[in-house]
């Protein structure tokens, strides 16, 4: 099924969300502004679009949602004293986030879910397959997880979903996916899965498997259709695992790749503190004096 139709251009990241775990940092910030090292979080998923060769991305904003429109603009008075003040290294960091993609914006409106911020995207993305990015996982760059899905898709068609392995105790907190493989080397060596049901963040003991959805799709264009026709569910909201649920049963073509590699959690504070840590640990710059002060902090300093 390898063609031009199956190609993903687009990208949309849904943005609207209050960050209600993030309070009161978020009373007046958004919380994909909050600062991963010196980079706000939705900057690593914009450049991870656009390393993957997707330029165009829409966002699904709401209200209080400025600041991130203009982080992706221009900053032309800023950029006049960095000039002035030859510090060119600065002007380069602060230009570098307004030249990653051409970034459109469209309001959620009302807080009715995931399923409903990616229907919002319909008039935009056409009949165009896309790319769906959450902002709150980061994706390691080296491990190129979107750029294998866009090449399942373009090989196999229909809709790709991101699964991880995760410990049983917490797929409760995911949608969960039940699988069976794919036959040929081609599925077998990129780890993928072929999906024959989801289960929005099953109870005790009802999980199919242990593999969750990660913030990572690439949706053929039929899944508007069954959005708009998606009832409320879990938390009364639209929920995008309802739609590719019942894409799947109805027959049309799910697969997912399990991903093995580097995922760092933003979505709560303790998460978003492990994933700065690693993320510093691993800077050049910044890493050998972080990791050096870490190590003696916890061997002589940590709290007990």
Request: glycine content about 8%.
């Amino acid at each position: 099924m390898s063609d031009e139709r199956n190609r993903v251009r687009k990208a949309v990241v849904p943005v609207a969300g209050l960050g209600t775990r993030f309070l009161p940092a978020t009373k007046a910030t958004p919380k994909e502004m909050l600062p991963v090292i010196d980079k706000p979080a939705i900057q690593y998923v914009i450049e991870e679009a656009s390393s993957s060769g997707i330029s165009d991305v829409l966002m699904i904003t709401g209200r209080n949602k400025r600041p991130v429109e203009d982080h992706f603009d221009r900053a032309y008075e800023l950029e006049d004293v960095l000039v002035e003040k030859g510090k060119l290294s600065a002007l380069e960091s602060v230009q570098a986030s307004s030249r990653l993609a051409d970034v459109h914006y469209v309001r959620q409106g009302q807080p009715l879910g995931l399923g409903h911020a990616v229907l919002c995207a319909k008039p935009h993305v056409g009949d165009q397959p896309f790319a769906v990015l959450l902002g709150d996982d980061l994706i390691d760059p080296r491990d190129r997880l979107l750029e294998v899905m866009m090449d399942v898709r373009q090989e196999l068609g229909g809709s790709v979903l991101a699964l991880m392995e995760v410990d049983p105790a917490q797929i409760h907190l995911y949608g969960c996916a039940s699988v069976q493989r794919v036959p040929g080397s081609w599925a077998e060596d990129r780890d993928v899965l072929e999906i024959l049901d989801l289960v929005e963040k099953p109870g005790i003991g009802a999980a199919p498997s242990n593999l969750a959805v990660i913030g990572r799709y690439v949706l053929d264009p039929e899944v508007f259709e069954v959005l708009q026709e998606t009832k409320p569910g879990r938390n009364g909201e639209i929920q995008l695992t309802d739609a590719l649920r019942v894409l799947a049963q109805r027959g049309s073509t799910v697969h997912g790749v399990v991903f093995s590699g580097r995922r760092y959690d933003t979505g709560n504070r303790e998460d978003y503190l492990r994933s700065i840590v690693q993320l510093a640990c691993e800077r050049p710059d910044i890493g050998p004096g972080f990791c050096a002060w870490l190590k003696e902090y916890v061997e002589n300093g940590l709290p007990g």
